[in-house]
């Protein structure tokens, strides 16, 4: 570990709280046989992280990556809101792509829902925008529930640009899925394409929402008028 690692490892032990951290094993579901089985936490809540970022976000992408192999949930989101802001700062596309494939060469890291909401749009989806959107089907056919995660919340990016058919193909794809934390995923970005075009997402419903998962369908039609909401979940509409 680098003399500058070491630093940050030290500055997030003096932040850290064994409070905050016991809730946060429990909230993150790391009890055996859970999601988040094993993961550990300093106790660090995130406008904390943040305020991290400005200060660490010029340590260099080797110990960018380096930082996000840490046993600590924190550390790792730290990592990951890094290579973020350095995305998001990059005036290469070369600087991007390095950091692009930095990040899906280390997806078995990124290993939390939050980890995943907080970067896979950023990176990825803007990745691939103006790019062969080949590798967000290979993430959403993904064995791994977090490649999965990061395929379908990548697309977030397109939605706000109002490019809704990726999204679509890959909330059909994972209709099937049997974990929960997809079926979550997928209901919220159907909610978010029809926050920006309710035709777009009336018509997927209209198809699948009587084989949508449940979880999926509350997601997706959570901002629905009552009416509306009960008769797709009675299966009426």
Same mark, same amino acid.
């Given at each position: ?8 490892? +030290? @500055? ?13 094993? @429990? ?11 094993? &993961? ?26 380096? /930082? ?7 550390? @790792? ?9 350095? =995305? ?9 792509? +390095?950091? =692009?494939?930095? =990040? ?25 925008? $103006?790019?062969? @959107?080949?590798? %967000? ?14 395929? %379908?919340?990548?697309? $977030?990016? $397109? ?8 999204? /679509? ?11 929960? /934390? %997809? ?6 970005? /159907? ?5 920006? &075009? ?5 018509? $997927? ?33």
């Amino acid at each position: 570990m680098s003399k500058r690692l070491k630093q940050i490892m +030290s @500055r997030l032990r003096e932040l850290s709280d064994s409070d905050i951290a016991a809730h946060s094993q @429990r909230f993150f579901k790391t009890g055996k046989g859970e999601y988040g089985e094993g &993961d550990r936490f300093l106790g660090i809540r995130v406008p904390t992280i943040r305020q991290c970022v400005r200060e660490y976000r010029a340590i260099s992408l080797e110990d960018t990556t380096e /930082l996000l192999k840490s046993p600590f949930h924190e550390a @790792r989101l730290l990592a990951l809101l890094i290579l973020v802001a350095k =995305y998001a700062s990059a005036n290469e596309s070369v600087e991007q792509g +390095s950091i =692009y494939r930095a =990040y899906l060469g280390n997806t078995e890291l990124i290993n939390s829902w939050d980890l995943v909401d907080c970067s896979a749009e950023q990176i990825v989806g803007t990745h691939l925008y $103006f790019r062969d @959107r080949k590798p %967000i089907y290979r993430l959403v056919n993904s064995k791994s529930l977090w490649e999965r995660r990061i395929g %379908i919340i990548s697309t $977030f990016h $397109f939605i706000k640009k109002k490019d809704f058919p990726d999204t /679509l193909e890959c909330a059909r794809l994972l209709l099937n899925d049997k974990e929960d /934390l %997809i079926h979550k995923a997928a209901g919220w970005m /159907l909610r978010e394409v029809g926050k920006r &075009d309710i035709n777009a997402e009336e018509k $997927f419903l209209a198809r699948y929402y009587k084989q949508m998962p449940r979880t999926m369908l509350r997601y997706a039609i959570e901002r629905f008028p009552e009416e509306e909401r009960l008769a797709y979940l009675h299966g009426t509409k």
